[in-house]
């Protein structure tokens, strides 16, 4: 898999993600490779457009995170578990129901020199953990999956929580409630989400 350049807006510094060139062959080699069928595809191997959303968000605003606790929830590769560290969290936790997550987001930390741990399971299915901050991409995707996180959003917000979660126009994405607090065009693939560009809002939650 290729590593690829995140650009920063600022200020200017690198950050790298390794990421498959296809999802079809990726996920087909990932089965091969673990004799299983059925997997759920390699949502590790690429930086989705709404994950991409919060970490521009990140960069633009490096203090919504520096010097605080930091869960990237559903990490997938921990592109946003990567940015929190890079931009001065005290500590930052990667956390995913798919335990090849926990290898790309060692990879990726390694990439770009910075520290994060390894959470591993389904965390919205019991209270939430004690983060000053957690940041979700692409989380609304399935209608009874979106409003479990929504759910525990409000709850972890109740705790004294500060959520950024962003969306490039998921079916299932919050209605109402407070305006996004940015929003981006972010470059996607057809392969991946049927366009070549995508808008994601970003939400604090």
Request: proline share 7%; charged share 20%.
């Amino acid at each position: 898999m290729p590593g690829i350049v995140l650009p920063h807006l600022d200020p200017p510094a690198e950050l790298r993600v390794w990421q498959a060139d296809e999802i079809t062959p990726i996920w087909a080699a990932t089965e091969t490779d673990l004799q299983r069928q059925g997997l759920e595809p390699p949502f590790w191997a690429f930086p989705w457009a709404g994950g991409q959303g919060v970490a521009r968000y990140i960069l633009e605003y490096p203090e919504t995170v520096r010097g605080k606790r930091v869960l990237d929830i559903a990490c997938g590769g921990g592109l946003l578990a990567i940015v929190a560290a890079a931009a001065g969290a005290a500590e930052v936790a990667g956390n995913d129901i798919d335990a090849m997550c926990e290898a790309a987001l060692a990879l990726n930390a390694e990439a770009n020199g910075v520290a994060v741990h390894w959470l591993c399971g389904n965390l919205i299915t019991a209270p939430p953990l004690d983060f000053d901050v957690i940041l979700a991409g692409d989380v609304f995707y399935e209608r009874d999956m979106s409003a479990s996180f929504q759910d525990w959003f409000a709850e972890a917000a109740q705790q004294g929580a500060t959520i950024y979660a962003g969306d490039p126009g998921r079916a299932y994405a919050p209605k109402g409630g407070p305006d996004p607090v940015a929003e981006y065009a972010i470059a996607t693939t057809m392969e991946l989400e049927s366009a070549e560009r995508r808008t994601c809002r970003v939400w604090r939650l």
